[in-house]
Nanobody
Framework: QVQLVESGGGLVQAGGSLRLSCTAS????????IGWFRQAPGKEREFVAA????????DYADSVKGRFTISRNNTKNTVYLQMNSLKPEDTGVYYC??????????????????WGQGTQVTVSS
């Protein structure tokens, strides 16, 4: 099973930017769609963005469209989440996760299997 490690989180002021990375080890990385989810204290884990195994399809939550960009480099086994114009409501732990390429790209966390340990993003007002 693929293993995922997130990095790049931190503290940033509102309006600032961060780039998260999700690096995979294990079976062939290009066999998997990759999703980003986030969880704020006391709230359920919610979908942020996803990218298909080949990188030709992406999907975003309405709340981040136009501000976040997901991309991947299969030669580096890494998916990136570029986050611009950050808002305090973007605060939370960000997780990357994988779904086998045989499935459709999904916004449901139940469609994903292995998860990373998460990276904290805090946006101050």
């Amino acid at each position: 099973q693929v293993q995922l490690v997130e990095s790049g989180g931190g503290l940033v002021q509102a309006g600032g930017s961060l780039r998260l990375s999700c690096t995979a080890s294990g079976p062939t990385f290009s066999n998997y769609h990759i999703g980003w989810f986030r969880q704020a204290p006391g709230k359920e884990r919610e979908f942020v963005a996803a990218i298909s195994w080949s990188g030709d399809r992406t999907d975003y939550a309405d709340s981040v469209k136009g501000r976040f960009t997901i991309s991947r480099n299969n030669t580096k086994n890494t998916v990136y989440l570029q986050m611009n114009s950050l808002k305090p409501e973007d605060t939370g732990v960000y997780y990357c996760t994988e779904s086998a390429r045989v499935y459709f790209l999904s916004q449901s966390r139940f469609r994903y299997d292995a998860w990373g340990q998460g990276t904290q993003v805090t946006v101050s007002s």
